[in-house]
């Protein structure tokens, strides 16, 4: 059984930029986010929120974030993402940077497991699309 989704892209740009994207949570993932303090934010979806806290940051190298709480609206169990990690691995192939992308604990036995996926892949694609054009496709303020 799956215990955590994944997925790889891989995008022309540098490590760099492709770091700097991923934590230009604005600019891919959604708008509606709050810092609060260094290394904590939180990220909301209409009644959904997400907090998030940074666990490991290597520069161009790998993000790690642990949610540390969130409200998940349309879910029996509101707070299933509580204690998953979200891992960004950044590698140099070749002319390419791969992006190795993990939510530790998204598992297949989760009621979210396949929408939280698909909602995944649509981040992820908008998060190449920052790297590549500068203007990624984040859920709008509302």
Request: proline share 2%; glycine share 4%.
């Amino acid at each position: 059984m799956q215990e955590n989704y994944s997925n790889t892209l891989e995008t022309s740009q540098k490590p760099e930029s492709v770091y700097k994207a991923v934590q230009n949570v604005a600019g891919w993932w959604t708008q509606n986010v709050r810092y609060d303090g260094k290394n904590n934010f939180t990220v909301t979806f209409g009644e959904t929120f997400i907090t998030l806290q940074q666990t490991e940051n290597i520069e161009n190298q790998k993000v790690v974030w642990r949610v540390t709480d969130c409200h998940k609206h349309f879910l029996k169990d509101k707070k299933e993402w509580v204690g998953t990690k979200i891992v960004f691995t950044l590698s140099p192939k070749g002319n390419v940077t791969e992006v190795r992308f993990t939510h530790v604990g998204l598992a297949a036995r989760l009621e979210c497991y396949d929408v939280c996926c698909k909602s995944w892949d649509f981040y992820l694609k908008s998060l190449k699309q920052l790297v590549e054009t500068n203007s990624g496709m984040p859920e709008k303020i509302v």
